[in-house]
């Protein structure tokens, strides 16, 4: 079994920043890649930004600038540093972990991001 607990969410105002951190724990055999997604209400989960192993990062064009995705390898650990928020950044952030060797993607259980004034 593999875990990931996500923390940093919360409430801010527009332009402020969070950021959000992703520890991943359990039988995990080699990691891929890291990542953030998130799910607003009657919307599909979209991608914002993802870390791979060989430290290649992929990022949303909504984000593009704002956001910063950074990882710790020997933590299993994901953080993404969340600049000048927006109205439409409110959703709830999922984090994942993709293992290539066990060909398993893992999800976390979500943190609310509520950007409101």
């Known amino acids: 079994q593999v875990q990931l607990v996500e923390s940093g969410g919360g409430l801010v105002q527009p332009g402020g920043s969070l950021r959000l951190s992703c520890a991943a724990s359990?039988?995990?055999?080699?990691?891929?890649?890291m990542g953030w997604y998130r799910q607003a209400p009657g919307k599909e989960r979209e991608a914002v930004a993802t870390?791979?192993?060989?430290?290649?990062?992929n990022y949303a064009d909504s984000v593009k600038g704002r956001f910063t995705i950074s990882r710790d390898g020997a933590k299993n650990t994901v953080f993404l540093q969340m600049n000048s928020l927006k109205l439409e950044d409110t959703a709830v952030y999922y984090c994942?972990?993709?293992?290539?060797?066990?060909?398993?993607?893992?999800w976390g259980q979500g943190t609310q991001v509520t950007v409101s004034s």
């Open positions: 994942n972990l993709n293992d290539d060797w066990a060909s398993q993607d893992y």
């Open positions: 359990g039988n995990i055999f080699r990691v891929n890649a």
């Open positions: 870390i791979r192993r060989d430290e290649s990062k």
